[in-house]
């Protein structure tokens, strides 16, 4: 077993620990794949999807029962997604067998989220292990498979083996840092600007939780976001650059800074703030309270070291940072929404030390590096 040094405070790992674990903590499952380092970023790994998925009558909760014996009784066929893979129907729930197993330390813990490509494609995503009941979390010690609930919300999309919907971080202890501590950090180095200026500590809006409280943004952007439009094309989710956006999105104009959010839609924006994500530090994007009003947003939202980061030769911090792309939708009545209101939280995490490399350095793939209000790679960017 690799040993990962221990910091006085808890930490999640970084690139440095978690190239060591794979196929140690990430084990192939049963006629898996073996793992490949392209899987790793700065502090997460991304999750494959295995050969075989399920067609469910409903999601469920993993407790007591195993997960395989919930497939019995709730699966109505299986189907496989090696070769061409698979079509899965908008509006229904499937269940797909990872391709990776988990084996963690005593000491060591995971969470999930979604990848940002399957955020922005309305792809509505949690992680299962057997004998855990709650959703997107390994307890310390899990040993065992992994599943990745899938429900193609906006769009019918085809899935094949390999194709990453998630990712995973390991964490040690409790990794959030305290919103002392995160004003250290700003007064050191600025993490949100408008447009090009830094904001100032007091222009700033930190949370009690070791977050920053950020807005969305209308004004400035044509369009304002984007809305999903219904009875769309089979999404490709594995191929780049592929598909016209206007097959499958409806531009959204805020004129005023202001539009209406309709009940079930699913909707793209971005932040007004510019954001960065220091060497040391991860973050991941929260709701703000329930009490704002019925919306769903941030379906994928972790963020690894250097997210806007940029560096000059010498070290020090440049730039000024890259919009947040946010996920929405709105429930049960239409919902106004303002440009400059507050949307969402930004949490900030400690990890152990700096990765090898930062967010979209030297990976190969395209990244959100650079985004502003930026669809899923599936989507032609010209």
Request: hydrophobic share 35%; aromatic share 8%.
């Amino acid at each position: 077993m690799v040993m990962v040094p221990h910091r006085p405070y808890g930490h999640i790992l970084t690139d440095r620990e978690l190239l060591p674990l794979l196929e140690l903590a990430f084990r192939p499952a049963p006629g898996g794949l073996p793992t490949a380092p392209a899987q790793v970023q700065p502090a997460s790994v991304d999750l494959r999807l295995g050969s075989r998925a399920w067609a469910m009558r409903a999601g469920f909760l993993p407790g007591g029962d195993p997960i395989e014996t919930r497939l019995r009784t709730l699966a109505d066929g299986a189907m496989s997604l090696d070769g061409d893979g698979a079509r899965l129907e908008r509006g229904r729930v499937y269940l797909v067998e990872l391709e990776e197993r988990l084996a963690l330390p005593s000491d060591m813990s995971a969470r999930f989220n979604p990848r940002s490509s399957a955020g922005r494609c309305d792809l509505f995503t949690r992680v299962l292990c057997n004998g855990h009941a709650r959703f997107d979390e390994a307890p310390k010690g899990y040993r065992g498979p992994m599943y990745l609930e899938v429900c193609p919300l906006s769009f019918s999309v085809h899935l094949k083996r390999g194709d990453r919907l998630c990712q995973v971080r390991l964490q040690v202890g409790d990794p959030t840092i305290s919103t002392d501590e995160l004003r250290d950090v700003y007064r050191q180095t600025p993490l949100a600007f408008d447009g090009e200026r830094p904001l100032s500590e007091s222009e700033v809006l930190f949370g009690d939780q070791g977050d920053l409280l950020l807005r969305v943004g209308l004004l400035g952007r044509q369009p304002a976001g984007w809305c999903a439009r219904p009875n769309s094309p089979l999404l490709q989710f594995h191929a780049q650059n592929h598909h016209d956006p206007s097959q499958f999105w409806d531009p959204v104009h805020a004129p005023e800074g202001r539009c209406i959010l309709h009940p079930e839609h699913f909707y793209i924006f971005a932040s007004q703030e510019r954001i960065r994500i220091p060497p040391h530090l991860a973050a991941e994007m929260l709701p703000v309270d329930v009490g704002i009003g019925e919306l769903r947003n941030n379906y994928a939202g972790f963020f690894d070291n250097g997210f806007g980061w940029q560096e000059d030769p010498e070290g020090r911090a440049v730039g000024s940072g890259t919009p947040a792309v946010l996920e929405v939708r709105a429930h049960d009545v239409p919902f106004l929404v303002e440009h400059g209101q507050v949307f969402f939280r930004l949490r900030f995490f400690r990890t152990n030390g700096k990765p090898q490399a930062l967010y979209g350095e030297g990976r190969t793939g395209a990244s959100y590096r650079g985004q502003d209000l930026t669809l899923a790679r599936c989507f032609r960017r010209d």
